[in-house]
């Protein structure tokens, strides 16, 4: 079956499991290469690869029918084609934290340093750039469609996440 739908948010999330999994049980396996190369996959290489803009998040990937193969988002019942979303980069920048973690766990200091600033730079755009919404709304924006078009106001999975992750300020 090739029909099948892929969430970026959800590669993040595996990254912040390996590291909470981690800090529960103590099992170093978790910093082992197999897992370690895992999360390297997810945080550079895929990242890098969804990531068409150049501005570190990356982008929901579509068909020459502007069908999403892969989403930007957990929301599958937009149907406006995203780009880019909250949840995702609010799991992005849990997952670089978490990522950070595991360098720390693994005596790593200046690459746990690093993947620390890139999560504060992370948040930093979103709350000063990326999620500013040019209307007299309140409300943060919780996607980027494939127009530029920012979109703004509550949208389920998209603006949850972006509290529950700790990306917006308390």
Known sequence: DSDFIREIPSQYELVECIYDLYLMTGDERYLSDPFFNFCRDIMVTMTEMLDSDGNGIPEGQFD???????????DER?????????????CQHRAM???SGLFAARGD???AELWKAKADELRR???????IDQSPSDHYVYAIDVDGIKHSGYKVETSYFMPLKGLLPR
Do not use: Q, R
Request: glycine fraction near 6%.
């Open 125 to 131: 755009y979103f709350l000063e750039e990326w999620s």
């Open 97 to 99: 934290l978490a990522y």
């Open 109 to 111: 200091e200046d690459s």
């Open 78 to 90: 937009d149907h406006v084609s995203l780009s880019e979303a909250g949840d995702c980069i609010a």
């Open 64 to 74: 020459v029918e502007g069908v999403s193969n892969i989403y930007a988002t957990y």
